[in-house]
């Protein structure tokens, strides 16, 4: 008989809550699959069933948070530093709705964007990101690898780090710190490129913004 679809949701779900929480308390390759199984409450069998490794469960639950934050900003694909006010209040609206979504699970955003994190999740960001931007840019004609991976690691390692310190801290609302964003990326200086800083600003956010080009589904959506 075929598993029902909401006791198999909350089953990995309380799976994924149990490797976030166990990742508060120490460092995710101590972490054993019994010791995941353990604070879920299920036997390793139960784990195998879905999962055949934690990794396998870590990569899940960081594609649903780039599909999320995919989702939630979906007009920032045209983000303009000099967009007239209509299209800037959706930019905020957007970016705002997508910081309420850290805050909602704060846990599980901390433990993605820090430090200590997975540095596999945070070189496929960069990774990503170097691809699209030198794409764009060859398209506009107006590339020059040089300097382009210092660039896109010193934004995309200022942005996690903008947005980890905000969930620590926790002294600002989401449509306050999205608004500082937002400010920052309207900054010429802040970020500089050869040719068209513009153009490679733009880039970034939409890979940020936007996650990777593929059509495949969050498995953990509705969980996250």
């Not at 508060?24 to 010791?35: A, G, H, L, M």
């Not at 382009?148 to 801290?169: K, P, Q």
Request: aromatic letters at 12%; glycine letters at 4%; proline letters at 4%.
């Amino acid at each position: 008989m075929a598993e029902n679809p909401e006791k198999r949701q909350r089953t990995r779900k309380a799976l994924a809550d149990a490797l976030v929480t166990l990742c508060e308390e120490k460092n995710y390759y101590d972490i054993s699959v019994q010791e995941l199984c353990d604070k879920a409450g299920f036997y390793r069998s139960t784990f195998y069933r879905y999962f055949e490794t934690k990794d396998q469960l870590l990569r899940e639950i960081e594609h649903a948070y780039l599909e999320n934050t995919r989702r939630l900003t979906r007009s920032l694909y045209d983000f303009r530093p000099d967009a007239p006010k209509e299209q800037a209040d959706v930019f905020l609206k957007e970016l705002t709705a997508d910081m309420e979504y850290h805050r909602e699970n704060a846990r599980l955003c901390r433990f993605l964007l820090s430090p200590a994190g997975d540095l596999y999740f945070r070189q496929k960001m960069i990774e990503s990101l170097v691809e699209t931007v030198q794409t764009n840019l060859q398209k506009q004609g107006k590339f020059d690898d040089r300097d382009v991976h210092y660039h896109v690691n010193f934004f995309v390692s200022g942005y996690i780090a903008t947005v980890y310190e905000w969930l620590i801290r926790e002294d600002r609302t989401p449509e306050q710190i999205a608004g500082f964003l937002l400010d920052m990326m309207k900054r010429p200086n802040v970020y500089p490129i050869i040719g068209n800083h513009e153009l490679m600003a733009i880039a970034v956010l939409d890979v940020i913004f936007n996650g990777e080009k593929d059509d495949q589904p969050a498995s953990f959506d509705d969980m996250l």
